[in-house]
């Protein structure tokens, strides 16, 4: 089983900075993998899948990078709504298994 | 509007049992892989159980194995979890999602449309 170890565990910004958030795997799976943003009492919503690419309606700001074993996040300017909980999440290529990282608080400085 | 609305969810008692199910609207559901999610009060998101779009791949997470049965009904556009066995270990969120993921596709493109959610509770 893959584990997924996310730093920091909490990240204090101001808004406008820039914002790098880390996701290691314990072994490579190749490009399997997405990046979600969750705020309090909502869903997650998904930002970046295969590693790099952004979903649908994320700003430009949001960018996703790396392989094998060491992924990024990173968000060139925050903005206020961008304050929220950033998990990780990896799919093994067949059987379908999932696993998520513990998540990164990214909160206002 | 793409969509998918949980339900079912509550209050049950420890080896109780609970249905839940994610009705989908507004997309094609017989062409999409389906998943449950969960997230215990505080805590992260947890993988629970995967079934392909025509059902004949279904797989689970080793902490429901044997307790938990993910179907669905594409003729009705629904996705059902039945919960058997319960404990308090299985308390939160419980999320359906879709994965567009094609099987042995080159592209993953990650669990796109989630549910609001709904919330079991085991506590006797």
């Known amino acids: 089983e893959i584990v997924l170890t996310q730093s920091p565990a909490t990240l204090s910004l101001s808004p406008g900075e820039r914002a790098t958030l880390s996701c290691r795997a314990s072994?490579?799976?190749?490009?399997?993998l997405a990046w979600y943003q969750q705020k309090p009492g909502q869903a997650p919503r998904l930002l970046i899948f295969d590693a790099s690419n952004r979903a649908t309606g994320i700003p430009a700001r949001f960018s996703g990078s790396g392989s094998g074993t060491d992924f990024t996040l990173t968000i060139s300017s925050l903005e206020p709504e961008d304050f929220a909980v950033y998990y990780c999440q990896q799919r093994s290529y067949w059987p379908p298994m999932y696993t998520f990282g513990q998540g990164t608080k990214l909160e206002i400085k | 509007e793409v969509q998918l609305v949980e339900s079912g969810g509550g209050l049950v008692k420890p080896g109780g049992s609970l249905r839940l199910s994610c009705a989908a609207s507004g997309f094609t559901f017989s062409s999409y892989n389906m998943n449950w999610v969960r997230q215990a009060p505080g805590k992260g998101l947890e993988w629970v159980s995967f079934?392909?779009?025509?059902?004949?791949?279904?797989y689970y997470a080793d902490s429901v194995q044997g307790r938990f049965t993910i179907s669905r009904d594409n003729a009705k556009n629904s996705l059902i979890l039945q919960m058997n066995s319960l404990r308090a270990e299985d308390t939160a969120v419980y999320y359906c999602?879709?994965?567009?993921?094609?099987?042995?596709?080159?592209?993953?493109?990650?669990?796109?449309?989630w549910g609001q959610g709904t919330t079991v509770t085991v506590s006797s």
């Open positions: 999602a879709r994965d567009p993921t094609q099987r042995f596709g080159a592209v993953y493109h990650g669990m796109d449309v």
């Open positions: 079934i392909s779009s025509s059902s004949n791949y279904i």
């Open positions: 072994q490579s799976f190749g490009n399997y």
